[in-house]
């Protein structure tokens, strides 16, 4: 389990950090705060019991304990309002054994009483075969998370005021 006294020093060393930047560096300055607040404020429920289970598993001895990332949306990403996956890996100091997108086709294979992952149009079907596959033992690339989008979201994103 993750020691509270990590926490505390990484906290401490995010307040110098501020003092070691340069008066020139405003933008940057203000840029480690955002992304010190963002990960603070979003230190959420999921990844405290993340954090609890990886602890049983290695108090129980089970395991190393891996980490699959469920409903990652890229969007959300880059607004700050989602911790990016190296975020949550540097958190939680685990092995990642898949990140899984968040796709409406979940719920629809669920209402249709098929497994997503028989869906080959399904992005998260994809990532869970290659789960599947990589808890076998077989290296298999992680899915690019990025969802380009259509033509009409990427024409939103650029109208949008501030590009997202």
């Known amino acids: 389990m993750l020691e509270s006294g990590r926490f505390s020093a990484i906290r401490s060393l995010i307040g110098r950090q501020e003092e070691l930047l340069s008066p020139h560096a405003t933008i940057s300055a203000d840029a480690v705060r955002r992304h010190n607040r963002v990960k603070e404020d979003i230190r959420?429920?999921?990844?405290?019991?993340?954090?609890?289970?990886?602890?049983?598993?290695?108090?129980?001895?089970?395991?190393?304990a891996r980490l699959v990332i469920n409903r990652i949306k890229p969007e959300m990403v880059r607004r700050g309002d989602m911790l990016a996956v190296d975020d949550i890996l540097e958190l939680l100091a685990v092995q990642l054994v898949g990140m899984v997108p968040?796709?409406?086709?979940?719920?629809?294979?669920?209402?249709?009483?098929?497994?997503?992952?028989?869906?080959?149009?399904?992005?998260?079907?994809?990532?869970?075969?290659?789960i599947?596959?990589?808890?076998?033992?077989?290296?298999?690339?992680?899915?690019?998370?990025?969802d380009g989008g259509g033509f009409f979201s990427r024409l939103t994103r650029?109208?949008?005021?501030?590009g997202s």
């Open 44 to 64: 959420t429920p999921y990844s405290r019991d993340a954090d609890r289970i990886i602890g049983m598993v290695e108090a129980e001895e089970k395991g190393p």
């Open 102 to 130: 968040d796709d409406e086709s979940v719920l629809t294979s669920t209402n249709r009483g098929t497994p997503v992952v028989l869906d080959g149009k399904s992005k998260a079907g994809l990532a869970f075969r290659n």
């Open 132 to 146: 599947a596959r990589r808890l076998m033992g077989e290296e298999v690339p992680f899915l690019n998370m990025e």
């Open 158 to 162: 650029l109208i949008r005021p501030g």
